[in-house]
């Protein structure tokens, strides 16, 4: 029996985990990005992953490199903190990339990670978009779901966010209502759902459903979402801990209310799992 198999490396940040693979090794599973996806992120019969990655070297001389990025159910993400922190100490480890700070094509716009001396990824995720006329968001500042009435900040970084406080158990919130905020009539992308305590001006627990995963260990734009509207609600500070159920990161950000154009950075780990042949 003739099997044929493909080089994968498995990593993960803070718990968000991934598979990346380089397209020449892609192209011989002979399927389609969202097939593949769904078949080797499938964690009864596959490696099992929120996501895969996969390295695209040819950006149009806009960036240094781009990628191409799914979901585990095959869907295409706009942008993933923890998935890009992957990529950027994978294509600089495997020296696709051989400068510390460089530029990615991603569906969200231009992202610029940088690999830190002590060995965290910083990344530079852009200007949050808050323009309601910009987010793929269609309501107001309150959504019911499943009979409860909820204040939202809806927040995009380049995907869509809604950031909800909580007194106590996001965990809990998150696994209940997150499933029927993912699909409200308000979300017409859909919508990745953070529900965060604030434990003082400077550190948050959040916990998230994402959108086409469901609950994960983290969110690297779900954390940067959850720290804008921390400071729009004025409850937390511009330097935030936010602590996930993998881990934890650190946001800076120093837009405000009167003027919120200023990028946000996104600071953590990535690590690997491990490197294998996979049987298609």
């Known amino acids: 029996m003739d099997t044929k198999t493909v080089k994968i490396t498995k990593m993960q940040g803070c718990g968000n985990d991934f598979v990346i693979i380089d397209y020449d090794e892609f192209e011989k599973t002979k399927l ?78 231009i992202i610029k990670p940088e690999i830190l001396d002590d060995g965290n990824i910083k990344v530079n995720m852009g200007v949050p978009i808050l323009d ?29 966010h809604c950031v909800i406080f909580v007194k106590d158990k996001p965990l809990d919130f998150a696994k209940k209502y997150g499933p029927t905020i993912e699909k409200h009539k308000f979300f017409p992308e859909k919508t990745n759902t953070e529900f965060v305590k604030v434990l003082s001006k400077n550190e948050v627990e959040m916990r998230v459903y994402e959108r086409g995963c469901g609950i994960t260990l983290a969110c690297g734009t779900g954390a940067c979402a959850s720290v804008v509207a921390g400071v729009l609600n004025n409850l937390t500070e511009n330097k935030v801990k936010v602590n996930l159920l993998g881990g934890s990161v650190f946001v800076e950000w120093q837009g405000s209310q009167e003027n919120p154009n200023k990028d946000i950075f996104l600071i953590g780990p990535a690590n690997y799992s491990f490197t294998a042949d996979y049987m298609l």
Not at 58 to 75: C, K, L, Q, R, V
Not at 132 to 145: C, L, M, Q, S, V
Request: hydrophobic share 35%; net charge neutral; aromatic share 12%.
């Open 32 to 109: 389609s990005m969202p097939e593949f996806a769904k078949q080797v992120c499938d964690r009864n019969f596959g490696v099992g992953a929120d996501g895969l990655i996969i390295p695209d070297l040819h950006p149009n001389n806009e960036t240094d490199i781009a990628w191409f990025f799914y979901n585990s159910d095959g869907s295409t993400a706009q942008m993933c903190g923890n998935g890009m922190r992957c990529f950027s100490k994978y294509v600089f480890d495997k020296k696709i990339i051989t400068k510390k700070s460089f530029s990615v094509k991603t569906l969200a716009g």
């Open 132 to 160: 309601h006329n910009k987010i793929p968001f269609r309501g107001d500042k309150t959504i019911k779901a499943l009979g409860e009435e909820f204040e939202i900040t809806p927040v995009s970084m380049g995907n869509p």
